[in-house]
Structures are given as C-alpha cells and as structure tokens.
C-alpha cells in the first residue's frame, strides 16, 4: 500500500513537472514568434489570393519590414473576422465579395457600389481598402468547351434546356449572395426543368473533376490559368447577375503608415494580362513565391537567402507544433477518460456523453475554426481547443468499451 501511494505521488510530481514544461515552452515560443513578427498577411484557400498576399510578403521584407504570411486560412467570414480582431493587417480580396458578402448590401444587389462608397462602408468597422490592383476576376461559369458546342450552350440562360447535368460547385458560391442559389432565382430557373445535380467541391479539385469528365460544370473565376489550359467554354452572363471584383488589399486603419504607403503603391500595377501570366506561372510552379519574384524583379540568388531563412524558423514551427499536439492530447486524456468512466457506470449520462464527443468529431475542421476564429482569434489557444475536441471522441469511446 506504502509503494502504491509512493508510486501514485512520483507520477503525479511527473506530470506536473511536464504540464510545467509544457506551458514554460509555449510561452516561450510564441513570444518569440510574436516579437519576431511586425506584420501579418492572410490568403484564402486558392493560387491567386497566395500569389497576392505573397507579392506583399516580398515587398515588405525587401524594405525591412517584418512580416508573416497566413496561407490559405480559409473562407471570406474567417480572414474578415481576422482582421477585425487584429490577428491579420491585411489581406487580398475583391470588391464584389466586399458588397455582397461583408457587407450584405441585399438592396443593392446588381448595382455595383462604388469604391468611395465601399470604402465609406469599411471605415465604419475600422477597415481601410486600396484602390484596385489592376484587375477584374469575377465569379462565371464554366464547361468543357467540347461540351458546351455539342450541347448548344452559350449563356447561363441555356443551362434552363438541359436537365441531368453534374454540377460541382465551391462551398463558398453555392451559399454566397452572389453565388448559385440566388443565380437560379435571379435567372428564374424552372426546378422542374432544371434537373441537375449539385454537390459542392474544393476550388483546386473542380478542374480535375471536370478535366475527367465526371463535372459538366463549376465555377470558376475569370483569371484561373485553367480556362485556357484545360480549354474551358465560360459561359456569358447574359443577365449581368455577377458584380465586379476588383481586386484590392483590406487593411486595419491603425496599421502604420509606412506600411499602408508601401501597400497602396501596388495600386494599378497588376493589371488583367499580367495577372493571368503570373497566374499561369504560379499553377506550372505549384507554388506562389516564384511568380511573386518574377513580378518584383527579384533576383533568383535570394532563393539561398530565404531557404536558410526558413530553415531557422522549422525547429521554432516543429516545437510549437508537438507542444500543441501533447498539450491537446494530455488535456483530452485528463477530462475523456473520467468522462469514459461516467460513460460506463451510467446508462443516462452514457448516451448524452458519447452523442456529445460524436457530434464534435463530426464537424469539419474549416467549419470548427469558422466558429472558434470569430469568438478567440487567431492563435496558440484556439487551435489547442480545435485539437483536444477533436481529441475527446477515441478517448471516451474506448474508455468506456
């Protein structure tokens, strides 16, 4: 009994000095991230927000200033709420999105805002945006052209002739304002001759999935490198249903104004041929950083220079990324095992516990940090909350079998 108690009180001085441990490098790591960063840029999920939001990354190192870039963090509601919050200075984005998505104007839905009016707008929320890049790259659809010609199709109105269609369409336009389910309304769709069916899918993978046939139609944007490469048929927006979305940077006002100056001085410079070629580049590279360099004028010498700059930087990343992953876990282990137990030894708590931890485990990651990113920002404890939910489910289930 003697040995046990003596056991049970060294395991406990044991985890302690490792939850000790555990915190102390945290803290330790990310206050050194956070003083080595000055900047952050965020990017959503495709080619050209990570080519835009990295060109910034590059001008801003090359005039001394320290920065960050956030790739591919997710939807419009995630980057917008993170710039609100202050875990973002800035990002890519377009002005369509802004009037139909940010800020809702139902009202003026087809009647494009103008920029002094959106910027009028965004000021009232503390935001700041330039003026356009350069470029338009409005939503449109799209078919095989082989497709489109043995179908008859020219306009979004003949899509109403054909009925048994796949369509495959981004999460995010199959529920914007802008997006499908305000199209066929607005086109005035018959359901009952517009049998098609709709499912959604990942930007990157709608081309593959209509290169192979399986897709008749998707949405895409109208500089994607795809449409020529892949010979893709966009459909004419007969009604003008789509706004503009001229690209442009939404910034926080409280950002410094060197920074805004050295922003704003992309204003005009990527205009709509030159933005499809860096486009094209960035697709054959899989990756932005070389079409990014190509566009500043970089020198390829650099490229030396930022991989060991990187691999400074991949020892701080692997740190972090165990701490969080044992932080998760051992948090998960402490409250899913008594959980598991409860889970057990009563049949009433038993169903209310383990339809808990399911239901969790069933939501998507983006969707999860949808709902976190807006309430916690982003940073370490948010993705840790992510994680030790995620965590709970395998636990408690084999616990308590």
Known sequence: MLLKMLERKRQQKMFKIFFTICCLLTSFCFNLESKAKALTVGSKPFLESNLLAEITVLKFQEKGFKISHKKS??????????????????????????????????????KNLSNREIKKELAKLGIGMTASLGFNNSYGLAMRRTKAEQLS???????????????????????????????????????????????????????KSIESGKT??????????????????VLKDDKAFFPQYEAVFLYRLDLEPNAKVLLKSLEGKLVQKKIIELNTLAEKDKEATSAAKA???????????????????????????????????????????????????????????????????????????????????????????????????????????
């Open 295 to 401: 566009f500043l004028g970089l020198e390829k010498t650099q490229t030396k220079k930022e991989f060991l700059g990187l691999n400074k930087e991949l020892p701080l990343w692997f740190i972090q990324h165990l701490i969080l992953v044992s932080l998760s876990l051992l948090l998960a282990i402490i409250l899913g095992i008594p959980l598991g137990i409860m889970s057990y030894s009563n049949k009433l708590l038993s169903n209310l516990i383990l339809n808990f931890t399911g239901i969790i485990q069933t939501i998507p990651s983006l969707a999860l940090l949808a709902l976190l990113v807006p309430v916690m920002g982003i940073k370490f404890e948010t993705a840790l909350l992510a994680l030790f939910l995620y965590s709970l489910l395998p636990i408690v289930k084999n616990t308590f079998i």
């Open 216 to 233: 008749d139609l998707i949405d895409i944007n109208t500089t994607d490198p795809q449409i020529k490469s892949l010979d893709l048929k």
């Open 153 to 207: 199709v020219e306009r979004i109105s003949d899509l109403q002739k054909h009925s048994g269609l796949h369509y495959a369409f981004t999460h995010e336009f199959m529920n914007r304002k802008d997006g499908w389910q305000r199209l066929k309304d607005f086109y005035k769709f018959s359901p009952q001759k517009l049998q098609s069916i709709e499912h959604t899918i990942e930007h990157s993978l709608a081309f």
């Open 73 to 110: 963090m997710g939807g419009t509601a995630i980057l917008w709420k993170a710039l609100q919050k202050g875990d973002l200075d800035f990002y890519p984005e377009y002005t369509g999105t802004i009037q139909e998505v940010i800020l809702g104007n139902n009202k003026n839905f087809g």
